[in-house]
């Protein structure tokens, strides 16, 4: 299947495909070497041809899709959990991680390319898998990524300002996640109602919907007594068939939200829900997602992906707690070639909330990586609250970061989680936050302890 691309068509590499086997081409015009099947829009067509081909597996399989702007890698790892408690045989293909019953893989998207999906999803059914939880981007709805796919559920986080450099505007970014919400799609959809748009999508679907809040005792799924702090989070979960307290080792209130998603989404699909809220407490963690990076001398150091305005501002009121009467550092940076009209924004709620911003280079990709550095900062100095430093190097804002924290303060490293790679033009360097930022306070500590040698032997 050879794809119209944003800067490459599937048949530049026709001559490549022949040599690994391939026999005919599915394009929008025609191969200089193989017989094609021309139609006007291929992308359409790939995931029914990828069901047909592979057996149709998510007939055979209960996939529960997870989308939203935050909270969808977090609540498909909780989905994943909640499943394999209720004594189900789970496969998860999600943005970090590729994961079967016999294999794990890193991921490479958030979502895959349609047929790569389906491959999976046959892997998956192959090697006994029951059900598969499957994260679900707007960009992978707009591209017919999950076309051919049927869900026993759809699940809706959330929807705040992101990707608008591909949507637009809200209301094209909503209509793409409400273009999963319907009964050729799905059996049953689990709806966030504490959301404006998640609101507006459960009064709109054609699926019959089961909603979860943490506000409305009205819902299907309702969480109250909720607790959390530096050790996790805990919470009385109701549900129609009972309630039961769950405590989550995952940090954060909004994590109590992601899994109210998939508590819900096990209802939606008749699964024993109280069950599966003990399942909940066996997830130690969803990498790159608050968590956590060993250090000494009382610091809290974390590594998270909160790259946009929601996101901060679901989770830096939580840290600013964290820190108490203590410090908050945070380390930010914006992603070249995405939305450019969020990186003030996020430098402006970081430095509302934080003491010290230290702003440095992601992945700028073919943008200028110092045009990137000062759109954050401004933001940040606009909000005439914090210290903000600029240092384009990562591994020396790290150490930077580093410099500042001391007993009781909080650390964050901020926006890419657990992504490993740092792509400059065609440059690609592997980077892994959470490994640079325990070396940096590592690094910090020893010197500490070298400072304070030194000053014990003069006191001799």
């Known amino acids: 299947m050879a794809l119209p691309g944003h800067r490459f068509h599937g048949l530049d590499f026709d001559a490549d495909a ?10 929008d015009r025609p191969s200089r070497l193989l017989p094609t099947l021309i139609v006007d829009r291929p992308r359409d067509r790939v995931g029914r041809l990828a069901s047909w081909i592979y057996g149709h597996p998510s007939h055979e399989l209960q996939v ?16 994943d959990a909640a499943l394999a408690a209720t004594g189900v045989v789970t496969g998860l293909i999600g943005g970090v991680v590729v994961r079967g019953p016999e294999s794990t893989r890193p991921a490479t998207h958030t979502t895959p390319e349609a047929a790569v999906i389906h491959r999976t999803l046959a892997e998956f059914r192959d090697q006994a898998a029951r059900a598969v939880t499957l994260e679900v981007s707007s960009h992978a709805v707009s591209h017919g990524r999950v076309d051919g796919v049927r869900f026993r559920t759809v699940a809706f986080t959330n929807l705040g300002p ?7 505007t809200m209301e094209e970014y909503f209509a793409a996640k409400a273009a999963l919400f319907t009964s050729d799609r799905a059996q049953a959809a689990a709806v966030n109602i504490d959301d404006e748009y998640g609101r507006r999508l459960a009064a709109a679907t054609d699926l019959p919907v089961w909603t979860h809040s943490t506000r409305d005792p009205g819902a299907d799924v309702y969480a109250d007594s909720i607790r959390c702090d530096v050790h996790g989070s805990t919470f009385t979960v109701h549900t129609p068939t009972g309630h039961a307290g769950v405590r989550l080792a995952l940090l954060g209130p909004h994590q109590v939200s992601n899994a109210l998603t998939a508590l819900t989404s096990i209802a939606a699909a ?10 909940l407490e066996t997830l130690a963690c969803v990498p790159g997602r608050l968590e956590r990076v060993e250090a000494d001398h009382g610091i809290l150091g974390l590594v998270d992906f ?4 929601s996101g901060q501002q679901e989770l830096l009121p939580f840290l600013r707690s964290l820190a108490a009467e203590r410090r908050l550092i945070l380390v930010i940076s914006a992603t070249g070639e995405r939305d450019p009209g969020k990186r003030f924004p996020i430098g402006h709620t970081a430095a509302t909330y934080a003491d010290i911003v230290v702003v440095t280079d992601d992945s700028p990709y073919n943008d200028d990586p110092r045009l990137l550095r000062e759109a954050v900062a401004e933001g940040a100095h606009a909000a005439h609250s914090a210290h903000v430093v600029v240092e384009g190097d990562r591994h020396r804002a790290f150490e930077i970061a580093a410099s500042h924290a001391g007993p009781g303060d909080v650390l964050v490293v901020a926006g890419r989680g657990s992504e490993q790679r740092l792509v400059s033009g065609d440059s690609v360097r592997m980077f892994d936050d959470r490994e640079e930022l325990e070396r940096a306070l590592q690094r910090m500590q020893r010197s500490v302890r070298r400072t304070r040698t030194g000053r014990e032997t003069r006191g001799r």
């Open 18 to 27: 022949a040599a690994r086997g391939a026999v005919a081409v599915l394009s």
């Open 162 to 168: 992101d990707h608008l450099d591909f949507h637009h």
């Open 64 to 79: 529960h899709g997870v989308t939203g702007t935050n909270g969808k890698t977090s609540a498909t790892y909780l989905l």
């Open 270 to 279: 008749g699964h024993d829900v109280l069950q599966a809220a003990a399942g």
């Open 306 to 309: 909160m790259h946009n305005t």
